[in-house]
């Protein structure tokens, strides 16, 4: 096993993931499907902080002491608490959980992004690209979308712009980035000249 990455995927795998399980459980899940070595301790840390930090709530309220292995509920083999009308608040299959999220709902992802869901049965997408795709179209390939003003939460189609992997990194580089709008628009521009300019410096040592 790999040491634990808490990837974007390994935590949202957590969060989709986390009801009805403690943490040893989890952690055993987590183990299984991205080949890590973690273990409750480190879960329990990593929820810790998606609370303290997010606000996200991974608390898992499990019943341990009702029922211990091995002892047998007084209901066995009865549709419901001692067959009284039958089980009719169990679930069946193509029954919708009380967590489900409908078509449109949004949330905050762990990066602070705000995610809307686009389909079932677990689609989201970042609400900042819609929003752009929206005004300008497709959003070309090596391409992301920047918040002028640094606020994730800003969604106003003046905030947002594209920039291209590279121009990014010469931004972060140069620190180019600011919590005013004009001065991080400048900077996107002084970026794309930096770029263009080491594009052409690698052509002429090419040929």
């Not at 299984?32 to 606000?55: C, H, I, P, Q």
């Not at 679930?91 to 999220?101: A, D, E, L, T, W």
């Not at 049965?121 to 640094?150: A, M, N, Q, S």
């Amino acid at each position: 096993m790999k040491a634990t990455k808490w990837t974007d995927e390994v935590i949202q795998f957590m969060i989709d993931n986390y009801e009805g399980k403690d943490n040893i459980e989890l952690a055993r899940l987590l183990n299984e499907k991205f080949n890590l070595n973690t273990n409750n301790d480190r879960v329990s840390n990593v929820k810790a902080n998606l609370k303290r930090r997010k606000g996200i709530d991974l608390t898992t309220y499990i019943n341990n002491g009702c029922f211990k292995k091995g002892n047998i509920p007084v209901n066995k083999g009865t549709k419901g608490m001692f067959n009284i009308g039958g089980n009719r608040t169990s679930f069946k299959k193509g029954n919708i959980p009380m967590n489900h999220r409908e078509v449109g709902s949004e949330r905050i992802n762990v990066d602070g992004y705000v995610e809307i869901k686009i389909g079932e049965p677990k689609k989201w997408d970042l609400k900042h690209r819609i929003v752009y795709r929206e005004h300008y179209g497709d959003i070309p390939d090596g391409y992301k979308i920047i918040f002028l003003d640094g606020n994730k939460l800003n969604l106003d189609i003046d905030n947002l712009k594209a920039v291209s992997s590279s121009e990014e990194l010469i931004m972060n580089r140069n620190k180019l980035f600011s919590t005013d709008k004009e001065i991080t628009n400048t900077g996107t521009i002084l970026a794309k000249v930096i770029d263009k300019g080491n594009k052409l410096k690698n052509e002429r040592k090419e040929n």
